[in-house]
C-alpha cells in the first residue's frame, strides 16, 4: 500500500493521534459495548448486519449512485455571463474570466486639448460640438428666419446684424426674441447670462473659443428659460468659471444643450428642477463648486414636484463636489447613454463623500452604456420608497473610500426600499462591498453580471463582500460572477432577506478568510447550479435559526487552507439551527470536511457525492486536522443516495458536542463510504447504528464502522 493511497497517508501524517486512540479505547468499552463484543457486535472488522463487507472497492450498484450536479457550463468553469457584443465603440476585455466590454481604449480616457472631449464608446479626443470655424460664426447658424449676431470687440452701436454686430450680449434684448430667433456669438470671451425665451436659440462658433464667464450680479444662472413653449436650445459654446449656477430650468420650461462644455460653475453644472426638462447631448461639465467649502458642488441636479426630466447622451461628468448627479422626488427621471461620471471629489462636511450619482424618494434613473469610474465612497446609490433604477451595460469601477474615516467605497448600494433592475453589469475592483441592498422594500435584479477584485477600503481590518443582502431586502441574481479580492463572495442576512440564484459562481483567490456564500439569521436563500471555487474557510455556510436554504445541483472544489492557522477549506457549514435542504451537491478536493452540521444545524440532503476531503493541517504539529466527509455535531443530518469516497479520517462522523445536550440525529440511505482511516465513526454514547447502515456499503476503509476519538470542529458564530 503506497504512500498515495489516502488509508497510507493518513496514518502517516498522524502518529501523533495513535496514543490518544489508545487511551480513549477504554472510555469506548466502558459505554459502547457493542464495539468491544456485545451481542450485538458486528464482526468481521465491525462490519454490521446488513451492511456490505469492506474488502472491495468497487462502488455502489446502481440503486445507490448519486445523481451528478446538472451544470451545464461546470466544464467551463464559469457561468455563460453575456457581456457580448459590446456597444458600438467599446473595446472587448479579455484578461478576467468572461470577456467584458470597456468603453475606452486600453489606457483609459485621453488627456484633451481645451474645447475637447474624449467621450466613452470613442477612439480618442475630438471637439465638444462641432469643430471650431475658419470665420467668425458657427457653419451651422442658418440661413433663413431671424439671426442676431454677437461679436466680441465689435464697434459699439450696433444693431445685431452680421455687417453690425453687438458687441456684449447684454446689447440682445432676451426678453423680447420670438420663438425661431438665433442669436449666433463668434469667437471671444463673454461677460453676462442667457435669459432665454422658449425656442430661442444659441449658437457659438465653437467651445472652444466661444467663452460666457457669467456675470458677478445676483442673478442665480448663466443660462435659464423664462417662458413655457418649445425649447430654447444652447449649441457650441463654454460656460467657464461663472460665480453662479451654469444652467437652471423650472416650472416646466424647456431646454436643449448641445455642444456645451460648462466648468466651474458654482453650486450646479445643471439644474432641473419642478418639472423642467432637459435634453443633453456632447456635453461636459467638469468641476462644479461648492457654494460654501467643503459642501456639494453637483454637476447635475433634477429634482421637485411636479418630477422633472433630463435626456442625456455622449455626456461627460468629471471633477465635482460631493455628488455629480443627484436626482430626488416622484416623477422625476434621468435618462443617460454613452455616458461618463468619473473622480467626484469629496464634499468634506458630508463625510468626505463623492457620490457619483445619488437617486432617491421615488425618482427614477434610466442608465445604457454608462462608466462610473473613481468616484468617492459610492459609485451609485439608490436611496427611498419608490425609486427605481435600470441599468444595461454598466461598468462601475474603482470607487475610492471615503476620505473621513476611509470605510465604504462600494459600487453600487441600494436601501430604503429602493429598487434596481440591471443586465450586463460590471463591478470591478470597488471596496469594501461591490453591491449593497438593505431594508425591507428594498430589490435589486441582476443578470449577466461580473464582480471582481473587491478590494478591502483603507479602514482598519475590514471584511470584503461581493455581493452583500440584508435587512429585509430582496434579491435576484442570474448568471453572476464574484471572483477575485472578497472575504465573502455573497452575504445574505435577516429576519425577511431573500435571495434567489442561479447560474452563480463565486472564486476566490487563496488569500484572506473567504467563504463563498453566508446565509444566516433567519434569512432564506433559494440557489440553483452554483459553483464555489478556491474559497478557503468555508465554500457555503449558514447561521441561525430560522436561517433556511435550498440549493440543487451545487458544487464547491478546490478549497486551500487558510494562510493563518491551521484549518479552512470546509464544503457545507450549517450551525445553530440553520438549515440547508439539498439535491445533487457534490464536493472535491477540499480540506477539514465535506458537509457540517453542528449544535442544532439541520442537513436535509440527496444525491451526495463528496471526492477527497483532506486533513485541514499544515504540518504534523496540527491538532484540528478533520478531514471528514460528512459530520455532525449535535446537529440533525438526513441523507439519501451518497457517495463519500478519500476522506482522509473518516467519511461520517456522528458525534456529541461536549459542550451541549444535545444529541445528533443522523440518518443515510442508499450510500457507498471508501477511502477513509474509519468510514463511519461514532463519538456519540448508544448511537444507533441501524440508523447509518440502511442500504450503505463500505469500500476500501481501514474500518468500516468504529468508536472513535477525532477531534471536533467548532461552532463558528458567524
Known amino acids: ?59 455502489p450498484d446502481g440503486g445507490t449512485t448519486p445523481a451528478p450536479p446538472d451544470i451545464p457550463w461546470l466544464a467551463d468553469g464559469v457561468p455563460p455571463v453575456t457581456l457580448t457584443p459590446c456597444p458600438e465603440g467599446w473595446r472587448e476585455v479579455t484578461g478576467g474570466h468572461v470577456t467584458e466590454c470597456d468603453p475606452y481604449p486600453e489606457g483609459g480616457p485621453a488627456t484633451c486639448a481645451a474645447g475637447e472631449a474624449h467621450f466613452p464608446g470613442e477612439p480618442g479626443c475630438r471637439p465638444v460640438g462641432d469643430a471650431c470655424p475658419t470665420g467668425d460664426y458657427a457653419e451651422r447658424v442658418p440661413s433663413s428666419g431671424t439671426v442676431l449676431y454677437v461679436k466680441a470687440g465689435a464697434a459699439a452701436g450696433g444693431d445685431g446684424t452680421i455687417a453690425t454686430p453687438y458687441a456684449e450680449l447684454t446689447e440682445v434684448s432676451w426678453s423680447t426674441l420670438s420663438a425661431g430667433t438665433t442669436v449666433a456669438i463668434s469667437r471671444g470671451t463673454y461677460e453676462g447670462t442667457l435669459p432665454l425665451r422658449a425656442g430661442v436659440r444659441v449658437i457659438g462658433a465653437c467651445a472652444a473659443e466661444t467663452i460666457l464667464s457669467g456675470t458677478s450680479l445676483p442673478i442665480p444662472q448663466v443660462v435659464t428659460v423664462t417662458n413655457l413653449g418649445d425649447a430654447a436650445s444652447v ?35 445643471v439644474g432641473v428642477l419642478d418639472g423642467g426638462e432637459v435634453s443633453i447631448s456632447d456635453v461636459v461639465i467638469r468641476g462644479t463648486r461648492a457654494l460654501v467649502p467643503g459642501e456639494f458642488g453637483v454637476a447635475l441636479s433634477v429634482g421637485g414636484a411636479p418630477g422633472p426630466q433630463i435626456e442625456a447622451t455622449r455626456f461627460v461628468i468629471e471633477g465635482s463636489h460631493g455628488n455629480s448627479i443627484y436626482a430626488s422626488g416622484r416623477g422625476t427621471q434621468v435618462t443617460l447613454s454613452d455616458t461618463v461620471i468619473r473622480d467626484t471629489q ?40 419608490g425609486t427605481s433604477v435600470a441599468l444595461t451595460d454598466v461598468v462601475i469601477q474603482e470607487t475610492r473610500p471615503r476620505e473621513s474615516d476611509g470605510t465604504f467605497g462600494t459600487g453600487l448600494n441600494i436601501e430604503g426600499g429602493a429598487s434596481v433592475e440591471a443586465t450586463r453589469l460590471v463591478l470591478r475592483a470597488n471596496h469594501e462591498t461591490a453591491a449593497f441592498v438593505g431594508d425591507v422594500g428594498s430589490e435589486l435584479t441582476l443578470e449577466d453580471t461580473v464582480i471582481r477584485e473587491t478590494a478591502p477600503s483603507s479602514a482598519m481590518e475590514p471584511t470584503v463582500i461581493g455581493l452583500d443582502v440584508r435587512g429585509g431586502a430582496h434579491m435576484s441574481g442570474t448568471r453572476l460572477l464574484v471572483a477575485d479580492g472578497h472575504h465573502i463572495g455573497v452575504f445574505v442576512k435577516g429576519d425577511g432577506t431573500e435571495a434567489t440564484l442561479a447560474d452563480v459562481a463565486s472564486m476566490g483567490n487563496g488569500t484572506g478568510f473567504a467563504r463563498g456564500v453566508i446565509v444566516r439569521d433567519r434569512a432564506q436563500l433559494a440557489a440553483s447550479r452554483i459553483l464555489v ?71 436535509d440532503l440527496s444525491d451526495v457525492t463528496v471526492s477527497g476531503v483532506e486533513a485541514a493541517c499544515v504540518d504534523t504539529s496540527c491538532t484540528e486536522p478533520f478531514g471528514y466527509g460528512i459530520a455532525s455535531v449535535s446537529g440533525t443530518v438526513d441523507v439519501t443516495r451518497f457517495e463519500i469516497r478519500d476522506a482522509e479520517t473518516c467519511g461520517v462522523l456522528v458525534a456529541q458536542a461536549p459542550a451541549t445536550p444535545a444529541v445528533p440525529l443522523v440518518d443515510l440511505m442508499s450510500g457507498f463510504i471508501s477511502g477513509s482511516m474509519t468510514g463511519i465513526g461514532l463519538q456519540a454514547e448508544g448511537y444507533d447504528v441501524d440508523r447509518l447502515t440502511n442500504g450503505v456499503e463500505f469500500g476500501a476503509n481501514g474500518e468500516d464502522i468504529a468508536m472513535t476519538m477525532h477531534p471536533l470542529p467548532a461552532p463558528l458564530d458567524g
Open 533 to 603: 471555487t478556491g474559497e478557503n474557510t468555508q465554500g457555503i455556510a449558514l447561521f441561525g435559526a430560522g436561517t433556511q436554504a435550498t440549493m440543487s445541483d451545487v458544487v464547491v472544489e478546490n478549497s486551500e487552507p487558510r494562510p493563518l492557522g491551521d484549518l479552512g477549506g470546509a464544503g457545507f457549514h450549517v450551525e445553530d439551527g440553520a438549515r440547508l435542504e439539498g439535491a445533487r451537491l457534490r464536493t472535491e478536493g477540499l480540506r477539514a470536511y465535506g458537509f457540517l452540521a453542528i449544535e442544532g444545524g439541520g442537513l
Open 346 to 385: 469629496p464634499a468634506t462636511a458630508f463625510n468626505g463623500e463623492g457620490t457619483g450619482a445619488e437617486v432617491r424618494e421615488g425618482a427614477r434613473l434610466v442608465a445604457s452604456r454608462v462608466l462610473f469610474s473613481g468616484n468617492l465612497g459610492l459609485g451609485l446609490l439608490c436611496f427611498g420608497e
Open 1 to 59: 500500500m503506497g504512500d498515495h493511497h489516502p488509508i497510507a497517508r493518513m496514518w502517516t501524517r498522524r502518529w501523533s493521534f495513535i496514543v490518544t486512540r489508545l487511551a480513549y479505547l477504554i472510555f469506548i468499552c466502558l459505554f459502547a459495548l457493542s464495539a468491544c463484543g456485545d451481542d450485538g457486535a458486528p464482526s468481521d472488522g465491525g462490519v454490521p448486519d446488513g451492511a456490505t463487507d469492506g474488502g472491495g472497492d468497487a462502488g
Open 235 to 269: 449649441e457650441n459654446l463654454t460656460i467657464s468659471d461663472p460665480p453662479q449656477v451654469g444652467a437652471l430650468v423650472e416650472g416646466g420650461r424647456r431646454l436643449a444643450l448641445d455642444g456645451v462644455i460648462v466648468e466651474r460653475a458654482l453650486g450646479r453644472g
